[in-house]
């Protein structure tokens, strides 16, 4: 599969990742782009050990880490939990009509899972996007039995963070 | 067989009865969420782009050091024995630096896709060998460019012709010290940034195992 078809068809699962690391929709942007290239560049090296799915999605976790772990000066005043406190104040102070239940909802949850670490978050959201337990092992390098009581130590911080804001 | 439970608490035993997949709930709103989009034309062409400039950089590196291999070769006999052992031992400093910029070159070619448990601490030793590089290279251009104005001041040339006038050893000196002056900003920013990041990934995981 070329470059282009590869990004084409994993462009939305890519955005999802990005999105559960940067609330800034111009860091999204940058972000993405960083995925992309990691992607071209070890995409020749693929070796159908696992799905083409689990390998592109090992590859934007670790740029996403590097992005947020190393470039933490630059983003300060974006940071990831001071903005999803924005977000989530930005969200409660309007009217129920001002979002649709399932927008607010939503933003709930982005913001919920972005405050999580970064295990629990790369758990939770590989959960999400459907992968199995062995998947998730090979992306995160966690046992399964690792991967088991983070899912369900997340689920339980996610359910009360979104019940709170409610 | 490996038994998901051995390590779950008495609590999360309970709950793990639970089907093991996040709600469909939270799944069917983590789907529905918008996403960004990339223009694939010109994220090709830039990354095109990048490989070619990539390859351009590896051929210039290599070919800083012909100037060496000329000299030692089709100049050897013109030389003394100290410019001789000069020339060898800038060749060979360069040489080694030349190896060390395509090894780590290779690491920006191509893309590590270890698990992300191993990832981390494959990127604090890449960013603590960046931070290494560039101090040697700073402290290497205090010592190359200054040493290289003493000797070409003070040894005799091996083209004497060449500094004879004072106009011409004060040019010398300038261009010499300018290049002293550039290299220490440039490689001191550069381990800075690299120490920078090097901390904000420390206190990052720090954070997150804390958590």
């Given amino acids: 599969m070329s470059f282009a078809e590869t990004i084409a068809e994993f462009q939305p699962l890519l955005a999802r990742v990005v999105s559960s690391y940067e609330y800034n929709t111009a860091l999204q942007q940058e972000l993405m782009q960083e995925i992309a290239l990691c992607v071209w560049q070890a995409l020749p090296r693929f070796n159908a050990q696992s799905s083409l799915k689990t390998y592109v999605l090992k590859i934007a976790h670790n740029r996403a880490v590097t992005h947020v772990a190393t470039q933490q000066r630059h983003y300060s005043s974006l940071s990831s939990q001071d903005d999803d406190m924005d977000a989530l104040e930005a969200i409660n102070s309007k009217s129920p009509e001002a979002l649709s239940s399932q927008q607010q909802q939503l933003s709930q949850l982005l913001a919920a899972i972005r405050s999580l670490p970064v295990q629990y978050k790369q758990v939770v959201t590989l959960s999400l996007e459907g992968l199995s337990y062995q998947e998730i092992s090979e992306v995160t390098g966690m046992n399964v039995n690792q991967i088991g009581v983070t899912l369900n130590r997340a689920k339980k911080q996610l359910n009360k963070a979104v019940q709170d804001d409610r | ?211």
């Fill in chain 2, 1 to 211: 067989m490996i038994d998901k439970r051995s390590e779950l608490s008495d609590d999360e035993c309970q709950s793990a009865s639970a089907p093991e997949q996040l709600s469909e709930q939270f799944a069917s709103l983590w789907q529905s969420q918008s996403t960004v989009s990339l223009n694939i034309e010109a994220l090709e062409a830039k990354y095109k782009w990048f490989n070619v400039k990539q390859k351009l950089f590896f051929i210039a590196d290599w070919l800083a050091l012909l100037p060496f291999i000329w000299v030692l070769i089709y100049k050897r006999s013109e030389l003394s024995f100290f410019w001789l052992c000069f020339f060898i031992a800038l060749g060979l400093w360069a040489l080694i630096h030349t190896i060390y910029v395509s090894w780590l070159r290779r690491y920006s070619l191509f893309y590590d896709e270890s698990t992300t448990k191993s990832y981390l601490d494959v990127l604090k030793n890449k960013l603590d060998n960046c931070r290494r590089i560039a101090r040697i290279t700073k402290i290497a251009s205090w010592v190359v460019y200054p040493s290289t104005i003493i000797v070409m001041l003070l040894a005799d040339s091996p083209n004497s012709s060449n500094l004879e006038s004072p106009i011409d050893k004060l040019w010398f000196c300038f261009i010499f010290l300018a290049c002293t002056a550039v290299s220490t900003v440039v490689t001191h920013r550069r381990e800075q940034k690299f120490k920078q990041e090097l901390s904000s990934l420390d206190d990052w995981k720090h954070t997150n195992s804390a958590q």
